[in-house]
């Protein structure tokens, strides 16, 4: 069984920052692919960012430049520094990981159960 347990949401005002994390614990081998997507009222679940294990990074466009996720391997533990934030990037936000575990050593995929993020004056 694999936990992943998201923190750092909250309220912050236009152009503030927040950092999320996401830590994974459990029967795990190795993390492969972890990612970040959020859903807003009423919209499909999208995807912010993804990294995989070797640390290449991808973002979706609407946060290029003010957003950067990163990883401690050793932590299974993913993070995502959310700057510049605009009151379009309120939703709740889920870390999601690709991960190998013991003994099968099957890979699956978990999510967190999410984290509100409400960006407002």
């Known amino acids: 069984q694999v936990q992943l347990v998201e923190s750092g949401g909250g309220l912050v005002q236009p152009g503030g920052s927040l950092r999320l994390s996401c830590a994974a614990s459990g029967s795990i081998f190795s993390n492969n692919v972890m990612d970040w997507y959020r859903q807003a009222p009423g919209k499909e679940r999208e995807l912010v960012a993804r990294?995989?294990?070797?640390?290449?990074?991808k973002y979706a466009d609407f946060v290029k430049g003010r957003f950067a996720i990163s990883r401690d391997n050793a932590e299974n533990t993913v993070y995502l520094q959310m700057n510049s934030l605009k009151p379009e990037d309120t939703a709740v936000y889920y870390c999601?990981?690709?991960?190998?575990?013991?003994?099968?050593?099957?890979?699956?995929?978990?999510w967190g159960q999410g984290t509100q993020v409400t960006v407002s004056s």
């Open positions: 990294i995989t294990s070797g640390g290449s990074t």
């Open positions: 999601n990981a690709e991960v190998v575990v013991v003994p099968s050593r099957r890979t699956y995929s978990y």
